[in-house]
T-cell receptor, first 112, second 113 residues
């Protein structure tokens, strides 16, 4: 099992550009979560999906952020336009039940 | 809703000494409890979990935690730490049957040679 796969691992972009982060959950897992981690704010839940349907997006900072899950094996988190304050590590996690979430390695985003 | 309090933001400890990282939770319903570890520049890794049964839970790397319902605590312990245990440790809670987790703010464990 390859675990949760995230791409890219590192992304450096300029303010105003569109950024797309990608996640492939573990096969068979029906819930997917997007988190953001910064020194100032710690680990924040942005949005999560059950069976490809968004359940709670109350953590999405603002309209510049959007997330999709077109099928059970793929999800994207998009930031448009990006701003320097969006610089963070973004984690994707998945689970098949209440036994705990499995995290991906993260995408380190730097917005200049 | 659930919440988690990790009372210590940083815990320095000498190598081979015991350590306890404290976690208290708040919930009006039955809960599942988790500890995750995050090594530098890596994702979070599940260390151990309590779902039901024995209140003493053993995890990877020699760590264990005890669920105390009356004190609403789930403290993490290790009898003898190694340099390689230096990392950030997160306690998390969910209501039973739910998939979403509520995380604490983390405790940075630093093992001193």
């Amino acid at each position: 099992d390859a675990g949760v796969i995230q791409s890219p691992r590192h992304e450096v972009t300029e303010m105003g550009q569109e950024v797309t982060l990608r996640c492939k959950p573990i096969s068979g897992h029906n819930s997917l979560f997007w988190y953001r981690q910064t020194m100032m704010r710690g680990l924040e839940l942005l949005i999560y999906f059950n069976n490809n349907v968004p359940i709670d997006d109350s953590g999405m900072p603002e309209d510049r952020f959007s997330a999709k899950m077109p099928n059970a094996s793929f999800s994207t988190l998009k930031i448009q336009p990006s701003e320097p304050r969006d610089s963070a590590v973004y984690f994707c996690a998945s689970t098949s039940g209440a036994g705990g979430q499995i995290f991906g390695p993260g995408t380190r985003l730097t917005v200049l | 809703a659930q919440s988690v309090t990790q009372l210590d933001s940083q815990v320095p400890v000498f190598e081979e000494a015991p350590v306890e990282l404290r976690c208290n939770y708040s919930s009006s319903v039955s809960v599942y409890l988790f500890w995750y570890v995050q090594y530098p520049n890596q994702g979070l890794q599940l260390l151990l979990k309590y779902l039901s049964g024995s209140t003493l839970v053993k995890g990877i790397n020699g760590f264990e935690a005890e669920f105390n319902k009356s004190q609403t605590s789930f403290h993490l312990r290790k009898p003898s730490v190694h340099i390689s245990d230096t990392a950030e440790y997160f306690c998390a809670v969910s209501s039973t049957g739910a998939n979403n987790l509520f995380f604490g703010t983390g405790t940075r464990l630093t093992v001193i040679p």
